[in-house]
């Protein structure tokens, strides 16, 4: 059985930086890439950030890159996403998101993927960004 669990988040004001980690459980980020999806109040769920550890494939949402890195450690299996120069538009619940059906798949597949396609989740983490 799958378990995500995620750390990290909260309040910062625009221009500010904030970081996420989601430690796995299960399946080895070695074998199978992880991210984060994101969901704000009224609008449809987006994928944000993907990483292949295996080729060290990366994809991001256009209106984050740049302000986002994505990275994993191997020998805690966890996954990073490291949140500069934060907007307003960045506020919503991130979901780390891994599926097993995804065994050394490239990130770039997860960026086509639905948002909400995915069969591992991890409770989601409030980020929340102030003008």
């Known amino acids: 059985q799958v378990q995500l669990v995620e750390s990290g988040g909260g309040e910062v004001q625009s221009g500010g930086s904030l970081s996420l980690s989601c430690r796995a459980s299960?399946?080895?980020?070695?074998?199978?890439?992880i991210g984060w999806v994101r969901q704000a109040p009224g609008k449809n769920r987006e994928g944000v950030s993907f990483?292949?550890?295996?080729?060290?494939?990366?994809w991001y949402l256009d209106s984050v890159k740049g302000r986002f890195t994505i990275s994993t450690h191997y020998a805690s299996n966890t996954a990073y996403l490291q949140m500069n120069s934060l907007k307003p538009e960045d506020t919503g619940t991130y979901y780390c998101?891994?599926?097993?059906?995804?065994?050394?798949?490239?990130?770039?597949?997860?960026?086509?993927?639905?948002?909400?396609?995915?069969?591992?989740w991890g409770r989601g983490t409030q980020i929340t960004v102030s003008s």
């Open positions: 299960g399946l080895s980020l070695d074998d199978y890439p």
């Open positions: 990483i292949n550890s295996r080729d060290g494939s990366t």
């Open positions: 998101v891994t599926d097993r059906g995804l065994f050394l798949a490239p990130a770039q597949s997860l960026g086509a993927r639905d948002p909400s396609n995915f069969d591992s």
